[in-house]
């Protein structure tokens, strides 16, 4: 479906045409006046400079060819602007096509192009924190986007597996279990299948080797050593590490089917490692990486540049790979497998300059055509209410479980105090909840933004939340349940302002999640819904719905409502979360 302001443009530009001006100045945006209208057109102003005239005289010309049928008001006004409103019948007609349509008639310009997302990046047997939370939902969300807008997304979690937490735990297990044939270089047996520790086990060996290597200078030595050896193959390592991606990864994946985040792809930086060594004698060959105080670099500098951009490292002197060979090396494999027609990576804005380095390390060498649509966002610090990176109460680096855990409970004791849902279901709506608030807390700030998290204010059931968007969803799907059938219902024209007003919210559906793909902003998905459920519950407050005794009229009233809900529910999905029966 056309959005109405590409429909009422193409009308307003017709009526500058045929009127006997030209159509370019018939763009019409949505009003800056809502109280006067609801579009409006000030081609007028531009054109009157062009044909020298008086713009008034334009407008009132324009107007007189505009299609009243369209509009229930077109009108020109001092010194030339044209105001807007659109028709009952318009209105209805338009809502009755999206309620038809598959997704509500957005236009699916993603169909047949492919989408790399890279989201998520967690650090196997590393302790996932809240930078790693904020990737998974942002990246979650407009990897739903895409997806909806008719590309294929593929999700790419990219797994940090092959850096140097690896050699930190190998170093450490040694140091605990010299005896293990892991370490033995003689051993040529097959290795057991049973891993030498347990997940808890794993949790606390990496923290305790990272302390050591801060105090350590020979046992940092043996972990970049053991870190060498297993990207080099040594089998024994290589077994270990297999060992604790398989651990790390059962764990891994029940956090994020906990938050409802899902990737097509598994693929981390250890996959990438075998397309390395082609990828840089290539650019050894060519020239395109060379030699600086030992190490390979690639320059990037450009001459725009304001700040400084140093060589992106491709070989370090010691002649192990780094982050921004396996990034380009995953590229090159990408490429390879997928073809993808664009790429997004999400993480943390401190890793700006890094992929600034990689993207044009990578058009530089041809890994990707000079004009590839290649992207990072970066976002800001989720921050506690003193304004600093938040901690756990001790002080410590909050982790992700913990967050999660410590906002579940939050909620569960409001479910249970308000007696919101029968015991039995106090589990699944403490969850849906707490989900919402904290993904919504999350999303409705612009990304790029540092905001601050505040249990209270995110699980709040009023204001700009989560909560309150499903108590929205809750709301009506109670009263089309106390209705009845309401599936079939058409839409009717609006029957008094407020519905009218909820209409042309449903209406701002398409333009909304355009905008929030194109600007990498799920917060405008937020913003769009806060204004739907005020539209919502304004027309609730203002109409009564199940008492009306006509019953065409309660039919009417209940099929915009049960749009509304689909319209919201379907945005709520694109955020990653879900509303509960009750609430
Ligand atoms: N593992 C990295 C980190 O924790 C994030 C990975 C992001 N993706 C990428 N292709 N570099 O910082």
Redesign the pocket.
């Known amino acids: 479906m056309q959005k109405i302001l590409d429909i009422i443009s193409a009308k307003v530009q017709q009526a500058f045409v045929d009127a006997g001006y030209e159509a370019s100045y018939g763009r019409v945006t949505v009003s800056n006046r809502p109280d006067l209208c609801e579009y409006q057109c000030n081609g007028a102003l531009a054109a009157a400079k062009a044909y020298k005239c008086a713009p008034i005289q334009i407008a009132n010309a324009v107007v007189e060819k505009l299609n009243s049928g369209d509009f229930s008001m077109c009108d020109a006004v001092m010194p030339g602007f044209i105001n807007l409103k659109l028709s009952d019948a318009f209105l209805q007609n338009y809502l009755e096509e999206m309620r038809n349509a598959e997704d509500f008639g957005v236009e699916k310009f993603g169909a047949g192009k492919t989408v790399i997302v890279?989201y998520g990046?967690?650090?196997v047997a590393k302790p996932l924190h809240i930078g790693?939370l904020r990737s998974a939902i942002i990246g979650e969300s407009l990897k739903r986007l895409y997806k909806f807008f008719g590309y294929n997304a593929i999700g790419d979690i990219?797994l940090?597996d092959w850096g140097l937490q690896m050699g930190l735990i190998i170093a450490e297990l040694q140091e605990r279990q010299p005896d293990l044939c892991y370490f033995d270089e003689n051993y040529t047996g097959a290795y057991p299948a049973e891993p030498p520790f347990t997940i808890s086990e794993l949790e606390e060996i990496y923290p305790a080797a990272a302390a050591k290597k801060k105090e350590d200078e020979a046992f940092a030595d043996k972990a970049h050593t053991a870190t060498y050896e297993l990207q080099s193959g040594r089998r024994g390592y290589r077994a270990i590490w297999k060992h604790i991606m398989n651990v790390s990864l059962a764990d891994m994946r029940k956090i994020y089917d906990n938050l409802n985040v899902h990737f097509e792809s598994w693929l981390g930086e250890s996959d990438a490692d075998p397309y390395i060594p082609a990828m840089v004698e290539d650019m050894k060959v060519r020239g395109i990486a060379v030699q600086s105080e030992g190490a390979w670099v690639i320059p990037v500098a450009e001459e725009t540049d304001k700040k400084e951009v140093p060589p992106c490292i491709l070989i370090k002197s010691d002649g192990s790979a780094i982050?921004a060979t396996t990034?380009l090396a995953?590229m090159v494999q990408r490429m390879q497998d997928l073809g993808p027609d664009q790429m997004l990576?999400i993480?943390?804005k401190r890793?700006a300059l890094h992929f600034e380095q990689v993207f044009r390390a990578a058009k530089k060498s041809g890994i990707l055509p000079g004009d590839y649509p290649v992207d990072h966002l970066g976002f800001g610090t989720m921050n506690g209410k003193d304004g600093k990176p938040f901690k756990t109460r001790e002080g410590g680096v909050m982790r992700l479980e913990r967050l999660i855990a410590e906002m579940t409970d939050f909620v569960r004791t409001k479910v249970v105090e308000n007696k919101i849902v029968a015991e039995n279901e106090v589990e699944e709506t403490t969850k849906k909840i707490a989900m919402a608030a904290l993904k919504y807390g999350d999303l409705s700030n612009q990304p790029t933004k540092d905001y601050i998290f505040d249990m209270d204010r995110f699980a709040a059931f009023e204001g700009n939340t989560g909560p309150y968007i499903l108590y929205t969803i809750v709301r009506i799907k109670s009263i089309l349940a106390r209705y009845g059938a309401w599936e079939t219902l058409p839409i009717q024209a609006p029957a008094n302002a407020y519905a009218k007003d909820l209409m042309l919210a449903i209406t701002r559906l398409a333009p909304a999640l355009e905008s929030a793909l194109k600007t990498f902003s799920p917060n405008l998905i937020c913003a769009y819904i806060y204004e739907l459920a005020g539209a919502v519950n304004k027309f609730y407050h203002e109409t009564r719905i199940l008492t009306e005794e006509n019953e065409q009229l309660k039919a009417g009233y209940i099929s915009l409502i049960a749009l509304a809900k689909n319209v919201l529910e379907q945005c709520i999905d694109l955020l990653g979360f879900s509303a509960p029966e009750k609430m």
Do not use: A, F, K
Request: cysteine-free.
């Open positions: 890279d990046g967690p650090n790693h990219h940090g982050y990034d995953t990576y993480t943390d890793q």
